[in-house]
């Protein structure tokens, strides 16, 4: 979407929601909240010993399946978006 938009590369950064931004996506609250949980995931899953406190703190019964939901959802909702331009 932001190659796209922008017709460049995309800034170097795993800040979802500075690249939904940067592809002029309009975001309510709660869709900015998950996309900074989201980019929260990929910066502590990739770093030593962060990745112990990662999977204790997210490693409970439902909270898999209850993120899948979410981001089922928000993929929807941005090829909804994406292809309405």
Do not use: C
């Amino acid at each position: 979407m932001v190659v796209k938009v922008i017709r460049d590369f995309p800034p170097y950064t795993h800040d979802l929601r500075r690249l939904a931004e940067v592809a002029n996506l309009k975001l309510s609250q709660s869709q900015k909240k998950i996309l900074d949980k989201f980019s929260t995931f990929n910066i502590i899953g990739r770093y030593g010993d962060e990745k112990f406190d990662f999977y204790e703190r997210y490693n409970k019964k439902g909270y898999a399946e209850k993120s899948l939901t979410i981001t089922k959802n928000l993929l929807l909702w941005l090829k909804k978006e994406f292809l309405k331009k």
